[in-house]
């Protein structure tokens, strides 16, 4: 190459770089897992919006998973399906599991031999506070070999069960299991993943050096009153919020007694001074 194609060579290269910003943004690629009922009724070939935005920004290639969703059918029996899929993916990938797609990403996380995968846990019925894990259905826990981040909306009675149950703790639960739970992902207003910026968050080690990220979304409003906030709204009460915060406000201790999580820590107790005894002369 002359001397003159060579320059005109670094002068495009270097326009195109300053045209390019300071960094480029590598795509990922995203593998979603629908929860139950998936398989049963067609499923889209797309992956929902509401699940991708809020956990990957470049999304390269987006995978719909479809496997055997009915709510009889063992989850864990699609992981190595998942599991081929995840191999075939070009770019750094997110797998994204919501309910029944959450066990099953958990099981494929266990058989994932990529180190540049990531795993996003939604409603987890598998997980600690998980219906499942509750009831003794699911698989012994495993330490995770990737970042895994488990997301779920407090009172979720799906994925946020009560550890130590109560009666008003159970049935809030249930209720938060048809209005939090079915609304992941829709982006409207009762999503908790529009609510993910109010999340209380906390991230643990894995032993192999990777990271497990707790993501609890608040809930403002008891799922249990709900109904009657609802109720009374539709038939114009203008005080209705004000009404339903007041019961809200009396119900909510003795839910929140059903979750190990909102115990105050036991203060320590000051070390009592050693006893001294005196030497007689």
Known sequence: MNRGLFAIAAT??????????????????????????????????????????????????????????????NPH????????I?????????IIGLSKGAQVARAAEQRDTRTDTRYVLIG????????????????????????????????????DFPDRPNYMAVMNAMAGWQQLHTQYGTGKASDPLTRLNEARVTTTTNPNGT?????????????????????LKRFGHTTADKVVDQMDAKLRPTIDKGYSRNDKPKASKPAKAPKTTKVSK
């Open 124 to 159: 987890d019925p598998d997980d600690d506070h998980g219906i499942s894990r509750h009831f003794g259905f699911s698989p012994p826990k495993r330490a995770f070999t990737h970042d895994v981040n488990i997301v779920t909306a407090e009172y979720d009675g799906v994925g």
């Open 86 to 94: 995840v191999q075939q993916q070009t770019n750094q990938t997110t």
């Open 211 to 231: 990271t497990t990220t707790r993501t609890l979304i608040p809930t403002k409003h008891l799922p249990i009153t709900q109904g009657i906030r609802n109720t």
């Open 77 to 84: 029996a699609a992981a190595p399906k998942v599991s081929t």
């Open 12 to 73: 495009a290269a270097i326009g195109a770089s300053l045209l390019a910003g300071p960094e480029a943004h590598a795509d990922t690629d995203v593998v979603y897992i629908g929860g139950t009922g998936t398989g049963m009724v067609p499923t889209s070939a797309t992956v929902p919006q509401g699940f991708t935005a809020p956990f990957v920004h470049d999304v390269g290639t987006a995978t719909n998973v479809k496997y055997n969703g009915a709510p009889w059918a």
